[in-house]
């Protein structure tokens, strides 16, 4: 028993610092880009995209720390623009769809990266569905006139810190970071336990079974099924190390990373970011039961993109079979 929870521990670690070593340089980055006012310049930036969107100005200073950040980060930045930021229940199911589908770039397509997809490519593809999908929400609301009435975000305006000192605010998000490193430990760890047993009882063929029409139709291979629902549910970070680390197990093809992680790229930590999403007053339908059909169509529209022998499947896989068919030989 020793010995299994020895090993276990082990191999949660590998996987942590695999993710740590691309997370903390990148969230250094990000506080200093936040602390010196560029995420703020930014999002200033965005005004013209934000009045397109059918969303106030102050959507872009939202919209961008979330990019850069996390979902908490973009709550926070809600939390700092004041009652000056007014939307309404339409407007903000936009903005927290779009929220939930580029957050944390830096960080995320980093992992993506990291576990075989491309960064520019899955980048691409959140930043664009993110706008489309959320001015096909703004603007479908806004003319049917449905979701119209105001949210209050005003129970939010006493989370802010403006007032803080600089390093009063850089020992809380020292402290906060080091709180979130070690917690996204105990998910991993508890994730790598919980798979085991869920092989082990045979709960993991079920739910590859319950899965496999959806994962066939959006052209996924049955076996990939475990991770990428581990994603979808909890998180691309959690997702993508566990696919860093079956990969050398399973021997998982380019292509099949690729749309595994472009699934996760679009949909992924359903539970909880929803769940924050939601809290704020978004609509349930938009953020969570549209997103997720959004995300299986174009999946789907990816993989027949993507069979062997086409033109996407050239540009992106055919180097890379032919470089391990090199090796094996």
Same mark, same amino acid.
């Given at each position: 028993?020793? !010995?299994?929870?020895?090993?276990? &521990?082990?191999?949660?670690?590998?996987?942590?610092? =695999? *993710? =740590?070593?691309?997370? @903390? $340089?990148?969230?250094? %980055? @990000?506080?200093?880009?936040? +602390?010196? %006012? &560029?995420?703020?310049w930014l999002g200033q930036g965005l005004t013209p995209v934000m009045s397109v969107l059918n969303l106030p100005p102050e959507a872009g200073i939202v919209l961008t720390t979330t990019a850069l950040s996390t979902i908490y980060g973009g709550i926070a930045a809600i939390s700092a623009l004041g009652d000056s930021f007014i939307l309404t229940h339409a407007q903000l199911s936009a903005m927290g769809a779009?929220?939930?589908? =580029? !957050?944390?770039?830096? &960080?995320?397509?980093?992992? @993506?990266?990291?576990? %075989? =997809?491309?960064?520019?490519?899955?980048?691409?593809?959140?930043?664009? &569905?993110?706008?489309?999908?959320?001015?096909?929400?703004?603007?479908?609301?806004?003319?049917?006139?449905?979701?119209?009435e105001p949210v209050s975000l005003s129970w939010l305006h006493g989370e802010a810190r403006? !007032? +803080?000192?600089s390093w009063l605010a850089w020992a809380h998000w020292i402290v906060g970071s080091l709180k979130s490193l070690f917690f996204t430990w105990l998910i991993i760890l508890g994730l790598v336990l919980t798979l085991d047993i869920f092989e082990r009882i045979g709960l993991t063929r079920l739910c590859t079974a *319950?899965?496999?029409? @959806? *994962?066939?139709?959006? %052209?996924? +291979? $049955?076996?990939?099924?475990p991770v990428t629902t581990v994603g979808v549910l909890l998180g691309l970070s959690y997702g993508g190390a566990l696919i860093i680390e079956a990969t050398k197990r399973e021997n998982y093809s380019p292509r099949t990373r690729f749309l595994a992680l472009s699934w996760l790229s679009l949909c992924h930590s359903l539970i909880e970011d929803t769940l924050l999403i939601l809290a704020l007053g978004a609509n349930l339908w938009f953020i969570l039961v549209g997103r997720v059909l959004l995300t299986i169509g174009l999946i789907a529209i990816l993989a027949r993109l993507s069979r062997p022998g086409s033109r996407l499947f050239q540009l992106f896989f055919a180097h890379s079979m032919l470089a391990k068919t090199d090796s094996a030989a």
């Open positions: 028993m020793f !010995h299994y929870f020895q090993t276990t &521990v082990l191999r949660s670690l590998r996987m942590f610092f =695999a *993710l =740590a070593k691309i997370m @903390v $340089p990148i969230m250094i %980055g @990000v506080r200093i880009a936040y +602390e010196t %006012g &560029v995420i703020t779009m929220m939930l589908i =580029a !957050h944390n770039l830096p &960080v995320e397509q980093a992992i @993506v990266r990291k576990a %075989g =997809a491309s960064f520019w490519f899955t980048f691409a593809l959140r930043t664009s &569905v993110a706008f489309a999908y959320g001015a096909l929400i703004s603007w479908s609301c806004y003319y049917l006139d449905i979701l119209q403006n !007032h +803080e000192s *319950l899965l496999t029409p @959806v *994962l066939r139709f959006s %052209g996924l +291979e $049955p076996r990939v099924a």
